[in-house]
Structures are given as C-alpha cells and as structure tokens.
T-cell receptor, first 111, second 110 residues
Framework: NAGVTQTPKFQVLKTGQSMTLQCAQD?????MSWYRQDPGMGLRLIHY???????DQGEVPNGYNVSRSTTEDFPLRLLSAAPSQTSVYFC??????????FGEGSRLTVL | LAKITQPISMDSYEGQEVNITCSHN???????ITWYQQFPSQGPRFIIQ???TKVTNEVASLFIPADRKSSTLSLPRVSLSDTAVYYC???????????FGKGTKLSVKP
C-alpha cells in the first residue's frame, strides 16, 4: 500500500517562481489537507478538502492555491514563491472520520 | 475550534512513565482527542484517540477527565526510540479544519 505520496521530496526555488507540490492517496479517502511545518510553530493547516470539487482555507492559506478534481489527488500550488514559504510541507488524508495519514513531507527552500 | 495548549518540551529517562498533558478548555461536545507522534524527517503518525475516560492500546494510554477540558497521553516505560514530538489534536469527527497543538518535544535519555 502506497498510502499518501508526496512529490517532490526536495525543491529549491527562486523568489517569484511558481511550482506545484503533488499529493496522491490510494486509500479512497474523502478528506485531504496540506500543512506546513516550521521550527517552533508545529503543524499549521494551509488548505483542506472534504471531497472532490470542495476546498476550504485553513490557518495560513495566503500565497497558496489548491484544487481537488479527483478523490486521489490534492495538489498545492505556489504561484509566486517567497522566502517566507521556505518550509516542510505535509499532505494528509483520512476518511471523513478517523485518523489522519500523513505523507513523508516535501522540503521547500525559496531563495 | 478548541484552543490547544501543550508543553513545549519534556525530558525523561529510559524505563520511566511519561505523561504529556494537553489543555483544551473550549472543547466541543462532538470533539474527539487524538495524539500523533512525529520523528525527525517523517510525517506524523497516529498513536491514540479517545472521547472520554480512558483508552489504552499497545503503545499508550489516554486519560480524559469528566469535564474533557484536558487530556493526558501516558507512555509506559519509555525507551530512547520514543524520543519524538507529540501532537494533540482536538476536532469533531467530520470536521475539516483540523488544527494541531504546537507539539511537545520529548527527549528520552539513557
């Protein structure tokens, strides 16, 4: 079982560049979400989705876009990267109740 | 949404029992309490979940008093491999806005 798969694992961007962090799950989970993790800040929710076609904002949505066209995929887009977006990003999924399953993380550095 | 407070760090020695408390004063009636463990360079993973009283599984126990305004994760006889960050999550079963506490860094020493 692959679980939650994130790509890429590492990425370096220059300020102003755009990119997409990919997240895919093979557990038929309705719920998917993106978190960022910074030293001393814990896990902060960026965006989440409770099903295909439905997305909503979390604690820190500014600078990020998401879409959910399929149950399996939940990409996170940075349209114009800023150094403040340097972080480790985690994707998670679950059935609408129950435990969250996390990916292994994507480490992004914006220069 | 429940406001979550947990200690930033804790130290322990191998073989001791460790108790990590999470405060959530404004917990809602339909909220569950869930704990996750995170090792460096890995995603968090589920440890235990409860609604009230006590829940026990093969790795931990979760104690929740009657007023549910706090909860305590208990790790029996910790080993060096239990060194990790532990996160408390308080949320309703179908809630989407899942906000974690800031995490407690547990350091287990030999």
């Amino acid at each position: 079982n692959a679980g939650v798969t994130q790509t890429p694992k590492f990425q370096v961007l220059k300020t102003g560049q755009s990119m997409t962090l990919q997240c895919a799950q093979d557990m038929n989970h309705e719920y998917m979400s993106w978190y960022r993790q910074d030293p001393g800040m814990g896990l902060r929710l960026i965006h989440y989705s409770v099903g295909a076609g439905i997305t909503d904002q979390g604690e820190v949505p500014n600078g990020y876009n998401v879409s959910r066209s399929t149950t399996e995929d939940f990409p996170l887009r940075l349209l114009s990267a800023a150094p403040s977006q340097t972080s480790v990003y985690f994707c998670a999924s679950r059935k609408n109740v129950g435990e969250l399953f996390f990916g292994e993380g994507s480490r992004l550095t914006v220069l | 949404l429940a406001k979550i407070t947990q200690p930033i760090s804790m130290d322990s020695y191998e073989g001791q029992e460790v108790n990590i408390t999470c405060s959530h004063n404004n917990i809602a009636t339909n909220d569950y309490i869930t704990w996750y463990q995170q090792f460096p360079s890995q995603g968090p993973r589920f440890i235990i979940q409860g609604y009230k009283t006590k829940v026990t599984n093969e790795v931990a126990s979760l104690f929740i008093p009657a007023d549910r305004k706090s909860s305590t994760l208990s790790l029996p006889r910790v080993s060096l491999s239990d060194t990790a960050v532990y996160y408390c999550l308080v949320a309703g079963g179908s809630q989407g806005n899942l906000i974690f506490g800031k995490g407690t860094k547990l350091s287990v020493k030999p």
